[in-house]
């Protein structure tokens, strides 16, 4: 070990951004994290905390963290070279290969898949909205006759960038109709253990008993509660892994070419040089996601990278190519936040500094949800201490002060700024490199009354109930009521998942609804005579 990189891992400049506070009064074991860097091949690696907290038993660089999303890459490199062995074509339609898709999915194809250009809904997003309870088991054939269901996509395939778990979930199912084998014996034989990574799989198998394996820990208000999801879906998520093996992929990509110098299934290490290469739209428009990779820079940095969080585990990845460095931090604490804390890591690391906090002129920050308008769209500005929670359907970002005065963050890496006028009514909202005027809406007066009502999606095959209680409306699906926070004229909001219900002649007639990576979902009234509830009861 490093005793510099050691010092650097365990630093004021990295640990706060990582780990948050102990539950009030709580002084048993808590879960925590492993962080690792890699420079020029010269490791270092620093653990804290639990992987199990019942037993005491301490995170070491053995521990096996399920690395959620880090499972794209391993998915997207077992693609590639499944093309370069002549299986299949990244230009052909997906349809081609899983023809009960149906008419919607015609003009994807097995690229847009990779690169999350498809336009298919999130299925994650669509089993929330139908009422998913919290330890249903799903197995990937519902979720493909869910996804068969769809009668249109979000967008156009090739013309926008939508990050979307569907997406590599198909993947999976199309891997598997081209060669036969599962998507996690493909990458078994093709991508670990040519490369030595004895730790990492795509977990396909509940019942597989695995040694040193992280239990995963939600704070709660008292302690802790143990987060568990049964699902044997791989390729979006599903993969198991350590610090180590992380290293040495990245390692291993760093290398000339991406790395190896063998073929996929033919005994070297795997080549994969398209995996460091960014995307693009059809149109040649580039786009920060590549093949199960975002290019993303911290400071001047350029930088690949990809996060996971799944039930309760929570990762980051990253190489600086032009440095050889890799950075790792992966945490069974589902509150911890590893994409800050590597981002320091390679501030640290590479320029010796961390970002400094901001002190912004109060007067501009509403202290109460303030609702804007522009672009055509709605959203919404709500306190969120030490910072704001910036709310629409397709963005949710956490901004924080900075010393202009501005609120600053980013989504999915891209960057945002947004500012106001002096007297708060006009907002300048920056994403990237795209400036939009946001306007204060006055807030909405309708009675809530006019909404209530059945209605139904035929590609969800599932009812919502929209009624109104003590002045307020609420919206029920499978047993599941949250209260809808009005937002403006006809649109309300639950969380994350917005309702605007479609009005014709004065008379509501349906609802589109929504949610991160699940946009645009149409529910239309269902008719007296012919009405069941959110539960299949029959309701006059």
Same mark, same amino acid.
Request: hydrophobic share 35%; aromatic share 4%.
């Given at each position: 070990m490093n005793d510099d990189l050691i010092t650097l891992l365990t630093s004021a400049a990295v640990l706060p951004d990582l780990l948050p506070d =102990?539950?009030?009064?709580?002084?048993?074991?808590?879960?925590?994290? $492993?962080?690792?860097?890699?420079?020029?091949?010269?490791?270092?690696i620093a653990a804290f905390g639990c992987a199990d907290i019942e037993n005491g038993v301490p995170i070491s660089a053995r521990t096996v963290f399920d690395g959620g999303s880090l499972a794209k890459q391993f998915a997207a490199a077992v693609t590639l070279l499944s093309r370069d062995r002549a299986d299949l074509d990244l230009d052909e339609p997906v349809t081609g290969r899983l023809p009960e898709l149906g008419p919607a999915y015609q003009r994807v194809r097995i690229g847009d898949l990779l690169q999350h250009t498809?336009?298919?809904?999130?299925?994650?997003?669509?089993?929330? $909205?139908?009422?998913?309870?919290?330890y249903d088991f799903y197995s990937q054939a519902d979720v493909l006759?869910?996804?068969?269901?769809?009668?249109?996509?979000?967008f156009e395939p090739g013309t926008e960038y939508e990050y979307s778990n569907s997406n590599y979930l198909l993947l999976g199912a199309v891997l598997h109709r081209v060669t036969g084998r599962r998507l996690g014996e493909l990458c078994r034989s093709w991508v670990c253990e040519p490369l030595g990574l004895s730790a990492t799989w795509l977990a396909d198998d509940l019942s597989r008993p695995v040694p040193g394996r992280a239990r995963s820990y939600s704070r709660t208000d008292t302690g802790f509660r143990v987060e568990y999801t049964p699902t044997e879906i791989v390729g979006d998520s599903g993969l198991s892994t350590t610090v180590t093996d992380l290293l040495t992929w990245g390692e291993h990509l760093?290398?000339? =070419?991406?790395?190896? =110098?063998?073929?996929?299934?033919?005994?070297?290490?795997?080549?994969?040089?398209?995996?460091?290469?960014p995307g693009s739209l059809a149109d040649g428009t580039p786009i920060r996601y590549g093949f199960g990779l975002c290019f993303e820079p911290v400071g001047s940095r350029s930088c690949v990278r990809h996060g996971g969080s799944v039930d309760g585990f929570q990762s980051e990845w990253l190489i600086v190519p032009d440095h050889g460095l890799v950075a790792v931090a992966l945490s069974n604490w589902a509150q911890a936040q590893p994409t800050r804390a590597v981002a320091g890591i390679v501030?640290?690391?590479?320029?010796?500094?961390?970002?400094?906090?901001?002190?912004?002129?109060?007067?501009?920050?509403?202290?109460r949800p303030v609702t804007l308008a522009g672009d055509g769209d709605i959203w919404q500005l709500r306190p969120a201490p030490p910072g704001h929670a910036l709310i629409t359907p397709l963005v949710q970002a956490y901004l924080t002060p900075a010393a202009d005065g501005t609120l600053r963050g980013d989504h999915?890496?891209?960057?945002?700024?947004l500012?106001?006028?002096?007297?708060?009514?006009?907002?300048r909202l920056r994403m990237g490199e795209r400036t939009t005027k946001l306007v204060r809406l006055p807030p909405p007066d309708e009675d809530p009354a006019r909404y209530a009502n059945i209605f139904h999606s035929a590609e969800l095959m599932t009812s919502i109930t929209v009624s109104v209680r003590d002045g307020e409306l609420y919206w029920r699906r499978r047993g599941v009521t949250e209260r809808l926070s009005r937002v403006a004229a006809d649109v309300f909001r639950a969380g994350a998942t917005w309702l605007?219900?479609?009005v014709e002649d004065d008379r509501v007639c349906g609802l589109r609804l929504d949610a991160p990576r699940a946009r645009d979902i149409r529910f239309t009234v269902v008719p007296p005579g012919s009405r069941t509830d959110d539960e299949g009861k029959s309701v006059s």
């Open positions: =102990d539950p009030p009064g709580w002084d048993g074991p808590v879960p925590g994290a $492993i962080v690792a860097l890699s420079r020029q091949g010269r490791r270092s498809s336009g298919i809904r999130d299925y994650k997003a669509l089993l929330a $909205i139908v009422g998913a309870r919290r006759s869910l996804l068969a269901r769809q009668r249109s996509l979000a760093l290398g000339a =070419d991406g790395g190896g =110098d063998g073929g996929g299934g033919g005994g070297g290490e795997p080549r994969l040089p398209d995996l460091l290469r501030r640290e690391a590479l320029d010796g500094r961390a970002p400094g906090a901001g002190h912004p002129s109060p007067s501009r920050l509403p202290d999915e890496g891209t960057p945002i700024t500012d106001a006028d002096r007297t708060a009514d006009v907002w605007r219900f479609l």
